[in-house]
């Protein structure tokens, strides 16, 4: 099946219902594989156990980022090529990605207070990711506020075009300001820092993670496609002609 | 495993990130059945789709 044949929504709907279930299937395997690797993992010679929240932390922190970059090639689908789906994939994703958005920013800030003495800090990562959760936040108040989907959609799609410019501001943010986070240590020129045994659970964590947004985005477009079929039928119902009384 | 003099902090990372999620599967679960039963209530009152399919159909 090719993807201008998945831009057909039954076909979409036919897929998704035939993969969904093996996609949370495997996602619940990994997660519990990634689960014990990081009550297994040894404790840090600095942090202690407190290194065990980076297991959850980082794949979370990934994900809020990774969304947008999802949201925003969906906006440039809707934009440029008109995709019937693009604007479904970046409405459905939004919730999705504020969620672990949300989860990075409290995780981060409950492994900052032993690490860094402090839940918050108004530093150029943390401050970035707060804004990236703000404008998750707005986005799916603009999609809320606007009835007409096509016209939420192109208003979405040019906010989520403009907000992906945080997105190298927070990847960023560690190396060009001096900030209390820490700088990257697995995605970084010269290769991973982290020693194996906290480096492999981290990996499968972040995978797993992956496949839980990929089956939650999935079965989210799945929804809007038929509150879109519900739309059109309400539409057709309520220009229906109605039998006056003589 | 002991979990040191943070663990309260480890504990609830992981209880916070569990309960989102859930909230989040059930959120999505909730709004699917939703969704359908209006279909469904909408195909019953005798209003259908231009193309004659069921619009709960997904295969």
Request: charged content about 15%; glycine content about 6%; cysteine-free.
């Amino acid at each position: 099946m090719s993807l201008s044949e998945l831009a057909n929504p039954t076909r979409f709907l036919s897929l998704t219902t035939r993969i969904l279930p093996w996609l949370a299937g495997l996602t619940a395997i990994l997660l519990a594989i990634g689960l014990y690797q990081s009550v297994q993992a040894p404790d840090d010679y600095q942090q202690g156990a407190t290194v065990k929240i980076m297991f959850i932390h980082v794949p979370n922190a990934w994900l809020s980022m990774f969304v947008w970059g999802v949201m925003s090639l969906a906006s440039l689908g809707t934009l440029v090529w008109r995709h019937p789906l693009a604007d479904v994939a970046a409405k459905a994703a939004a919730p999705i990605g504020a969620a672990f958005t949300f989860l990075a920013l409290v995780t981060g800030s409950l492994w900052g207070r032993p690490m860094w003495g402090t839940y918050w800090e108004w530093d150029a990562r943390l401050t970035s990711v707060l804004i990236l959760f703000l404008m998750y936040l707005g986005l799916i108040a603009l999609w809320r506020a606007v009835e007409d989907p096509s016209r939420a959609a192109r208003a979405a799609a040019v906010l989520t075009l403009v907000g992906a410019i945080n997105i190298p501001i927070i990847k960023f943010s560690v190396d060009w300001w001096n900030t209390l986070h820490q700088p990257a240590s697995v995605m970084k020129m010269g290769g991973s820092s982290l020693d194996r045994a906290f480096l492999i659970p981290l990996l499968v964590m972040a995978v797993a993670f992956s496949l839980l947004f990929i089956t939650l985005h999935l079965a989210a477009m799945r929804n809007e496609i038929l509150r879109r079929r519900l739309r059109a039928l309400q539409m057709l119902q309520a220009s229906k002609p109605v039998a006056l009384p003589q | 495993m002991t979990l040191g003099p943070y663990a309260s902090f480890i504990v609830t990372s992981y209880a916070l990130v569990a309960a989102v999620v859930a909230i989040l599967i059930a959120w999505i679960a909730l709004d699917h059945r939703r969704v359908k039963a209006r279909l469904h209530e909408m195909e019953a009152s005798g209003v259908s789709r231009r193309s004659g399919r069921s619009a709960t159909d997904l295969s």
